[in-house]
């Protein structure tokens, strides 16, 4: 058995320690947000966060992992109370298929983390490992803008007020 | 009538809305009374006039929406959610026609066992067909409770009106639409032709922008995809596919790989090879060592990629003229003669998820979830396949990653349609590696174009004959035969012959005909039967390499004429919607002030889809890096006009994504192979654009035309993209790239540095 921390949650997974945690994720815990894209890492579709760095969970094993703080699109909120990212891409309409949207969500988050205040160009080159097919870039860099924007309000109107 | 359905029947995750479950759990079929004078015309009719949209072939108002007791509306479609957001629009159309709200209204997709049969969700037909089905559907419905309540009330059906789901009188009297429904009756419905639509100014909810339903789940993790379906003791597997087209399995061994951890069944059946395991992860391990196991014989047969445009034109093709409206009298004296030769490679539609499909055979009957673009055809093609009776089979749409035309989807639903015959009573989940998807999903065909025409000595177009060579754009299920695992099996199904996809839709053809007032017009459509790599409709079919082709010879023409690229079209436009939306592209982009920068370029270009969908015109602003010769687009402005808006949002959603789509086939994409194997089998071979890549800005303006009739509108941007970036590269650099894509390799070679 293997532990996993994942969401503020730990979870003990029986499988092989060389399993990829995108299949942990999706087929043991029923956490479906991450996709599998490539196998590969190179579309993003699988990006989840560890440690606040983005990864690609599908070529990231278990073994690795026992010990640090997995954070997946379903430890940012649920649809009746989205996080702020998620709110900005449904403010936004920043999906078309939306099969890479948790990855981009993911990739976002750590960025935003790091940096409240990304310039437009960091954004976008903080987003290039992930893929989209249907053409919704520009409505994915909004939401982030937009997401950075809301987040950077909230916490200014928090310090005023605190 | 089959009881199979997955929803009701099975405690299990399934895709399908709560509302689906209560309406499939004896929930009340609405039936009317027919008004006399309605029947009256009906059966006066001597023979049946054209029904609107889909309601032509699918009749029954029962078949498209459904009240429930309760006030639950269910609305039926035969199209698929494919991401394009047509559940949504078909939402604002039926509530706002039946003067419901929104979120009463339960949607039901595609699926054999409920939905109305809509053929396949392409060509743009989405809103034409079922839009205009639900539409007048819902119309006739409300017309009729109107009428219901009318007699319930003794008054005028004048004062009547549907609101918020109830009939309401000028009195303030009101019955809830619920109440209106008769238990117990089992009379149906047909649809008349024509209905009483609500006035375009009465809408409340068509032509606003409605946040869509599908995205609240695809951005939380909930279930939103068939590679997301659980089903209870649901096994997973993986196919080994052969190396090549041609390749036999010739000798495998099973014993190292039934040992394997998880594994529960090793199956081939001819060439057919797949593993089936609990786990999900141990398939794809078993997977490996099963490809591992595998021996194959292959030869090479595919065309030799250096000369794919000599084996296009020198490959025995069946010429058919689309068109010859050259006078008996000849050509006026020409000023000016062009010609010109264009060129597309093989593209993908390279979805980021690989294909996916659960099967499940269970008590003789076999279910199959897939994000097929045609539950119907893809039931005919596996009954056949498995030589089953239909009504044994059932497919269940379930959206999947974009598609943008026919990718793997049919065949994974093959895969797990075979798999779960070979493992019955377990849902089988099969999902294709990125490496199947790449290699055997079929591609948008290589095509060739030779344009030739003469300008007079007034600038206009006096001559235009454009030719064609392309294989067929669709080679669609229906037939077993177009089941990729069919082709594998012991007993292998082969491949039913191409057939073109004849005019006004067109295949290799559509919108080969200019859409301009062109003089001694010829158009011919070679097609080529012969594939020797496998092909099939990707997004726009033909008219993405025709509008490029069109497009970019109309500015060559322009410039040999020297004449203003945008007045040079508007000069060979009569079509007032045409120039409506060329002007407002034009104006919004600020072509006429344009000052060209150092290496920077605009390009435009025009076209109205299949010549009677969309019109879409596009200015854009790019640059070319003289060193490299590396193309970005900068910005990009669009206006479209899809007819009556129902979603805008959606519209601009749509454009925005197929220009930057098309930005990316044009820029970077070419499939590539060798004698034997295709060699695009991953995003490093086959690399697709990045968000670097992606412009400053692109903007789209949405023409509505309110009362007109609805447009399709997802594939308008693809050819219209490709062109104006090849006019813009000509515009930077003054050298006309005629070869797809448009790579930095080719502007370099051209511009000579």
Redesign the interface.
């Known amino acids: 058995m293997i532990s996993l921390e994942i969401n503020g949650r730990t979870h003990a997974v029986d499988a092989d320690p060389a399993t990829p945690l995108l299949y942990v994720l999706r087929d043991h815990l029923a956490l479906d947000g991450a996709k599998f894209g490539c196998g590969l890492g190179q579309c993003g579709a699988c990006t989840v966060m560890v440690d606040g760095q983005a990864i690609f969970s599908c070529i990231t094993p278990i073994s690795v992992l026992p010990g640090r703080h997995i954070k997946t699109v379903e430890g940012l909120g649920t649809a009746a109370e989205p996080g702020p990212l998620q709110r900005a891409f449904i403010a936004e309409q920043a999906a078309q298929c939306g099969y890479c949207i948790a990855g981009m969500i993911m990739r976002a988050q750590t960025l935003l983390e790091k940096n409240p205040a990304p310039t437009d160009a960091e954004i976008r080159r903080h987003m290039q490992p992930n893929l989209c097919r249907c053409g919704t870039h520009l409505r994915i860099l909004r939401a982030v803008r937009r997401a950075a924007d809301e987040i950077r309000a909230a916490e200014s109107g928090t310090s005023r007020t605190g | 009538m089959m009881n199979l359905d997955a929803g009701a029947g099975s405690p299990t995750k399934t895709l399908l809305s709560r509302r689906a479950f209560l309406a499939t759990g004896g929930a009340l079929v609405v039936s009317f009374s027919l008004l006399p004078a309605l029947r009256l015309s009906a059966q006066q009719a001597p023979s049946a006039p054209k029904m609107p949209g889909s309601l032509d072939k699918t009749p029954m108002l029962e078949s498209w929406i459904r009240v429930d007791a309760d006030g639950g509306v269910t609305v039926f479609t035969g199209k698929a959610e494919?991401?394009?957001?047509i559940k949504t629009a078909f939402i604002q159309i039926a509530a706002d026609e039946l003067g419901v709200a929104p979120a009463r209204i339960a949607m039901i997709t595609a699926d054999t066992s409920r939905t109305p049969d809509e053929g396949y969700t392409a060509g743009s037909r989405s809103l034409t067909d079922s839009g205009t089905a639900i539409m007048h559907a819902a119309a006739q419905v409300r017309e009729i409770l109107i009428v219901r309540a009318a007699e319930r009330l003794g008054i005028a059906a004048e004062r009547l009106q549907a609101r918020e789901g109830f009939v309401v009188a000028d009195d303030g009297r009101r019955i809830a639409f619920g109440a209106l429904v008769a238990a117990g009756q089992t009379e149906t419905t047909r649809a008349q032709p024509a209905s009483k639509l609500k006035e375009p100014r009465s809408y409340t909810l068509i032509g606003q922008?409605m946040?869509?339903v599908?995205?609240?789940?695809?951005?939380?993790?909930?279930?939103?995809?068939v590679?997301?379906l659980?089903l209870p003791g649901m096994v997973?597997a993986r196919v080994v596919r052969p190396p090549s087209y041609g390749a036999r399995l010739s000798e495998v061994q099973f014993d190292p790989v039934q040992r394997l951890?998880g594994v529960l069944k090793v199956v081939r059946d001819g060439s057919f090879l797949a593993v089936i395991a609990e786990?999900?992860?141990q398939a794809?391990v078993a997977m490996r060592a099963l490809s591992g196991a595998a021996k194959w014989d292959e030869h090479g047969e595919l065309p030799v990629p250096a000369k794919l445009y000599d084996f296009l034109l020198q490959t025995p093709s069946n010429a058919m003229i689309d068109l010859d409206q050259r006078a008996a009298t000849g050509v006026p004296a020409a000023a000016h003669t062009l010609e010109a030769s264009y060129r597309r490679p093989y593209q993908m539609h390279?979805?980021?998820?690989?294909s996916c499909a659960v099967g499940w055979l269970k008590d003789g009957t076999l279910t199959v979830w897939t994000h097929s673009q045609g539950v119907y055809p893809l039931r005919r093609a596996i009954a056949e396949m498995l030589k089953f009776p239909e009504d044994r089979v059932r497919c269940i749409h379930a959206?999947?990653?974009?598609c943008?035309g026919h990718n793997g989807a049919d065949d994974v639903a093959a895969d797990a349609a075979l798999l779960a015959r070979a493992f019955p009573d377990r849902p089988v989940r099969v999902?294709w590696?990125?490496e199947q998807e790449h290699a055997w999903e079929p591609y948008g065909p290589a095509m060739l174009t030779q344009a030739k025409a003469a300008l007079d000595g007034a600038g206009r177009i006096v001559d235009w004959q454009y030719d064609v060579w392309s294989n067929a754009h669709s080679t669609r299920p229906g037939r077993a035969g177009s089941l990729l695992p069919a082709w594998h099996l012991a007993t292998p199904f082969a491949p039913p012959p191409p057939q073109p996809i004849p005019l006004p839709e067109g295949g290799g053809d559509r919108n080969a005909i200019p859409f301009y007032n062109f003089a001694n017009v010829r158009v011919v459509h070679h097609f080529i039967p012969a594939m020797p790599i496998r092909v099939s409709a990707l997004r726009g079919l033909g008219a993405y390499m025709n509008v490029f082709s069109v497009e970019s010879f109309v500015d060559e023409l322009a410039l040999a004429a020297g004449a203003d690229p945008v007045e040079f079209r508007l000069r060979h436009l009569d079509d007032s919607r045409a120039r409506d939306a060329i002007n407002a592209a034009a104006a919004r982009f600020g072509w006429s002030a344009f000052a060209k920068a150092r290496g920077r370029g605009r390009g435009f270009a025009f076209a109205r889809y299949k010549n009677h969908a969309a019109y879409l015109a596009l200015a854009v602003e790019v640059e070319v890096e003289r060193e490299t010769g590396r193309t970005r687009l900068l910005r990009a402005v669009a206006a479209v006009d899809s007819g009556q808006a129902v979603n805008p949002?959606g519209i601009r959603?749509?454009i925005?994504?197929?220009?930057?789509?098309s930005?990316?086939w044009t820029l970077f994409e070419a499939v590539g192979f060798d004698a034997t194997r295709i060699t695009s089998a991953?995003?490093?071979s086959y690399p697709?654009?990045?968000?670097?890549e992606?412009?400053e800005?692109?903007e789209v303006q949405v023409i509505d035309r309110p009362g007109m009739p609805f447009l399709g509108t997802g594939e308008a941007a693809q050819g219209p993209t490709a062109a104006a970036i090849a006019n813009a590269i000509a515009d930077a650099t003054g050298m006309r790239l005629r070869e797809l894509p448009l790579t930095r390799e080719r502007v370099k070679a051209a511009i000579g540095v």
């Open positions: 494919l991401g394009q957001g922008p946040p869509r599908d995205i609240p789940a695809k951005v939380t993790g909930g279930t939103a995809f590679q997301d659980r997973h951890p786990r999900e992860y794809v390279a979805s980021i998820g690989p959206e999947g990653s974009g943008y999902q590696m990125r949002d959603n749509q925005e994504g197929g220009i930057v789509q930005m990316s991953d995003w490093g697709i654009a990045r968000f670097p992606i412009p800005t692109v």
